[in-house]
């Protein structure tokens, strides 16, 4: 492993890009630490104390505790991603997204544009509701020109962030924005290797244990594919006999990512939010929608499933990877081409997801677990919280893919002279 980063550093263009990463990253750190215009980050930190456990909590994990500081960078990268999520749904229901979508790299680069312009959007209305929210609760003190202010520095702050995403994808190394988040998740492993160390036996001996457990199923599940085989008929391309092929389609375990564990949490982080606005419900709230308690950590897990084969729909379509293979000339071996084929990817994707639904709702669950049944303490949970380790984990493997891939090309090319 050590010998491996050091040829990667040894690697002039590799060296470069590794460096300009982590100024990218640093530069981003340093915005979460530097508060907006006329805030006291103070109050806005003793408020979100206050309210553990809320959507506040979830998107203050996913800003790197910037939320916490009211930063200029207090939204994170979380719009971008929210627009992101958002135009992939809308290209399954409108028509002329969905054919943006299949007019390759120019119809990609218009889909983006849209994405940028509704990330835009989205984060100007996020911050006008933190900035109403801090002020209904008295953690703000802003009028109407500082409220604005606020609005403006957040907005940019997220632009200027999405910016420095893309700059990490084009002349950096891995993906840009999920190098972000990335960034963000793991400014709580310092505070949860702190209560680690002054936790009590229990905790000292089995958390790595569990935390190295979590960490091998992660790259286990995330790594497993089913390979669909594809057969490739001899074709006439003008006067030429083009020779077949064959090649496999890879299924993956989990296709749908993260994104399931993070619409489940957002909808139940919303019961506590709203709660505070109607005393009277409190009590039903805090007894089956706080983390820990039986009923919300089946009903996490129920949407976990449901969202995994909901986004996995939207991912993948079985109708059109059966059109794209009879057009290509491909075909499944004991598969007729056409619907047949689409029934049999939509039946082999169906089975392949419950284990990948089932694992997801596991890894979510187990850190509610481990603070109820096993003494571990809120900071450890966060760091081995089910989000956390997959966006970690995931990162880091394509990372080290992209990573090895600029290696093996500089080889190839050395080997070649």
């Known amino acids: 492993m050590f010998s491996w980063l050091t040829n990667a550093w040894r690697v002039p263009e590799l060296r470069q890009r590794l460096l300009f990463t982590a100024m990218i990253l640093a530069i981003y750190r340093l915005g979460s630490w530097i508060p907006a215009p006329g805030v006291n980050p103070q109050a806005v930190n003793d408020y979100l104390d206050r309210t553990g456990g809320t ?13 916490s500081q009211f930063a ?23 028509p002329r997204l969905e054919q943006l979508q299949k007019e390759g790299e120019a119809g990609y680069a218009k889909i983006n544009q849209y994405t940028r312009y509704l990330t835009v959007v989205l984060a100007a209305a996020q911050s006008l509701g933190y900035a109403y929210l801090f002020k209904r609760q008295g953690a703000l003190d802003a009028g109407a020109g500082r409220t604005l202010l606020i609005v403006l520095t957040l907005t940019a702050g997220t632009t200027l962030l999405m910016w420095m995403g893309e700059l990490i994808t084009k002349r950096g190394v891995g993906n840009g924005i999920s190098l972000l988040i990335f960034a963000s998740i793991l400014t709580s492993a310092p505070a949860g290797i702190s209560a680690w160390y002054y936790g009590g036996i229990m905790e000292k001996l089995f958390f790595p244990l569990i935390a190295l457990s979590i960490v091998a199923a992660v790259v286990f599940i995330q790594e497993g594919q089913r390979k669909i085989p594809i057969q490739y008929a001899k074709r006439m391309v003008g006067r030429r006999m083009t020779a077949g092929g064959s090649t496999y389609m890879p299924l993956r375990v989990n296709m749908a990512g993260v994104i399931p564990i993070i619409f489940a949490a957002a909808i139940l982080a919303f019961p506590p939010t709203i709660a505070q606005y109607f005393p009277q419900t409190q009590d039903f709230v805090n007894s ?30 079985p109708v059109d990877q059966a059109d794209q293979l009879r057009k290509h000339g491909g075909y499944i071996p004991g598969i007729r081409p056409g619907p047949p084929t689409a029934q049999y990817l939509d039946r082999v994707l169906t089975r392949l997801t419950l284990p990948g639904a089932l694992y997801l709702a596991t890894v979510a669950v187990l850190p509610s677990i481990f603070i109820r049944y096993g003494g571990f303490s809120q900071a450890n949970s966060r760091a081995l919280g089910g989000t956390s380790v997959l966006i970690a984990v995931g990162v880091a493997l394509d990372t080290m893919r992209q990573m090895e891939s600029q290696m093996m090309m500089r080889s190839y090319e050395g080997f070649l002279k």
Do not use: R
């Open 288 to 317: 089956h929608f706080t983390q820990g308690n039986l009923s919300y950590m089946l009903f996490e897990g129920f949407l976990i499933v449901i969202f995994t084969y909901f986004y996995t729909a939207v991912q993948f379509n």
């Open 72 to 94: 200029i960078f207090a939204l994170g990268i979380m719009p971008y991603v929210t627009a992101s999520i958002i135009l992939q749904l809308l290209t399954v229901v409108v």
């Open 55 to 67: 959507v506040l909590g979830l998107l203050n994990l996913f800003s790197g505790g910037a939320l």
